[in-house]
């Protein structure tokens, strides 16, 4: 729908506004609904009917992406004028909600109030603190035989992520970590402990580091996010003083199908405090299985706790119709067999178009297809392509690029900006191969190389080479980076490296030598995100050898430009992104490059099915499906 188009009202959405009578007798809500019916909007309505009926309501949601469609589905349905300060009150992402409970309720009370909301962004504090929880485990790892941690700024990224899906699916909670005394524990528990962390695919150092995390955070009085949640789990009375002192007496979950134990924890918390909970989601679009650790379904726990929940479906979607819904449904019933069966409105119309073309010429098949479509009056900004992973939409900004098509990414590195390209920017400058004038990038570049496995620094070189290229300023999240010290920084590097020609095995000998690919494997979320950081490097080994390291550089940074540049408006550009930021959005035209092929489909595992599904069902006019085969 439009903005300006009526919501039209139909006997499911009339039910589930119904239940603002039902919120008063405290009986639980459970919405599962598929993609486009409606749950955002519905949401929106029922908090509006809940307001109507005096009920102090909070919508929470899980990502800030999800906030800002809820808020903005709000301000076009119930109140244009909204502030910032009424959408606080209306709206919080988990996160938001969490951290203002401990802010102002927690048992020990350790921080002032005020401090968490800029400590939650600042990036220095969580990097302290797990440097510090890696030189302390780092001092009893190797006489336990274990290699010591690296230490370095992306590493301790890593590190961070690990601890954050440890603490999302409450990983040690359970026996027999939950309780876990080292200085009790004998050889039998010691072993015990590393048969349940090599079972859940766990590094032998993952619990001393995330207990060692833990001492430091606690030490530094910080929250970083998903700490927020984790400590707000362990503090139930502190969630229902939150709720107390807003006066909050229903809760909304939008989002619902992302939520993982620890936020569940927090849901039991909000119920027992005496709210009641409405929750809606998509089984079918939990494709965030791997965060967590383990698999949780936030739905069966839902029916677990209350039984007696009322449940209700919306099954009419209003972004799609047929024969895009006619496809959809055929996957939904892979996906998710037991939701209601999708039906589209009445007079929708949306196309799809599957198209055979081989994977390298997919590129210029998305720049064609969108420069005609502009070329038609379309605006950049109603087509969107929609890649499996970040790296594999790089060669499709370097097609766009030349087409002279704008693009803005969302939620994906530009390829100017990716680690891949960084690093071989980086092996071109070490290699002396071109004589320019430095910018920022190439500060980026060298200390993205720093930061590898096997660029032969020590800690006290590495740090002496960010401090050397980057200044961090007080108060801003960004350092500021020195091109004009680039000269030195290639000096202290480049006596290690030894002198190699610009073609592609010689590219791919010197990306061995430095362990590049396994580095950058090492910090992929998934295998498949391996791969296609694996790949884009080929492809960029190609490009660098083909077009040579000079004109590779200034590719590089004419892609930085036109990225920039402020005289194409944010809102005319084709929107980049993947399959995992694509959620709760929508656009009249999806491009999706890489899709399986009928026959792949018909084969495929549960996760790409959802992927698919999720992707699938962005469009609102068209959806191009680009097989190779
Ligand atoms: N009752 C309605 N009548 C008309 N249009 C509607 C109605 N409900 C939702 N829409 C429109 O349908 C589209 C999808 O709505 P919404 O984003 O709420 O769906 P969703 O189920 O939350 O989607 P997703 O599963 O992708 O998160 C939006 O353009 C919205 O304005």
Known sequence: MQDGEPLEMNPELSAILAWAQSADRGQPLLIEASAGTGKT?????????????GRTVLTLTYSQKGQARWLELYRREVCRDLTPQAAQQLCNTLDEFAVRCLRDHARDKRWQAGSLGRAIVDDDRPLLAMRQAVARVNAYLPERGVEPLRGDEESLLQWLELVDHLKAG???????????????ADDYDLENLQFALERLGLPPWAF???NEYEKCRESID???HGDAAFDLAHEPEAVAQGLRARGVDVVLLDEFHDTKAVHFEIVRALAAAGCAVAAVGDRGQDIFQWRGIAPFSAFDEFLRHWPDAQRLPLSLTHRFGNPLGKAIAGLLQRVN????????????HTGVKRLTVAGDAQPAAIARLIGDGMQAGAAGETFAVIVPQGPQAFPVMLALFRAGIAYRCDRIAPLHESREARLLRACVLLQGWVDVEHNALDCKALLQFAAGPRAGLDEDEREALSTLLAERVAGERLPRYIPGQVPLALRMLGERQSPIGCGVAALHGWLARHGIREWLASMAPTVVAARASSQALDELVA????????AFLALLDALAAQFQRGNVGFASKVVLTSILHCKGNEWPHVILPGAPSAAQLAQADLPTLREQYVAMSRARQMLWLLASA
């Not at 909007?41 to 009926?53: D, F, K, N």
């Not at 490009?543 to 000079?550: D, N, R, S, W």
Request: contains cysteine; proline residues 7%; neutral net charge.
């Open 208 to 210: 001393s580091l995330f």
């Open 222 to 224: 910080f929250l970083c």
């Open 41 to 53: 909007t519905a949401l929106v309505l029922l908090h509006q009917a809940l307001e109507r009926r």
């Open 337 to 348: 067999p037991a939701c209601a069966a999708l039906r589209c409105r009445a007079g929708l």
């Open 543 to 550: 490009l660098l050898a083909q077009e040579g390291p000079t």
């Open 170 to 184: 409450l990983v040690f909670a359970q026996p027999p970590f939950a309780g876990f005394d080292s200085d009790l």
